[in-house]
């Protein structure tokens, strides 16, 4: 089993930014990949970001290139979601979600664990 806790959420202005971090425990050593996704009332939950533990190679959502950055620490079972020039639209509720299997896909439903999730608001 992963046990994974989101926490960095919270209330900021449109333009501003926020770190969001996802600490793993338990069976890390089979965490290959682990992603962040985000889901706003009324939608399905949708792909940001993903970084492959191996070798630190990532994917981002079209949405959130070139003003989100993944990142992971290795030593502190840890994945950090930067997020710069937040828009309204990026209001949601954000989670990480970690794959056993090598490779990554945008698809929620790959994933194996999930944490609990943390509120992100962008006021505009």
């Known amino acids: 089993q992963v046990q994974l806790v989101e926490s960095g959420g919270g209330l900021v202005q449109a333009g501003g930014s926020l770190r969001l971090s996802c600490a793993a425990s338990?069976?890390?050593?089979?965490?290959?990949?682990m992603g962040w996704f985000r889901q706003a009332p009324g939608k399905e939950r949708e792909f940001v970001a993903s970084?492959?533990?191996?070798?630190?190679?990532?994917v981002y959502a079209d949405s959130v290139k070139g003003r989100f950055t993944i990142s992971r620490d290795n030593a502190k079972n840890t994945v950090y979601l930067q997020m710069h020039s937040l828009k309204p639209e990026d209001t949601a509720v954000y989670s990480c979600?970690?794959?056993?299997?090598?490779?990554?896909?945008?698809?929620?439903?790959?994933?194996?664990?999930w944490g609990q999730g943390t509120q992100v608001t962008v006021s505009s």
């Open positions: 979600g970690a794959r056993k299997m090598v490779g990554f896909t945008i698809s929620p439903y790959e994933y194996d664990y």
């Open positions: 338990g069976r890390t050593f089979s965490t290959l990949t």
């Open positions: 970084v492959n533990w191996y070798n630190s190679n990532t």
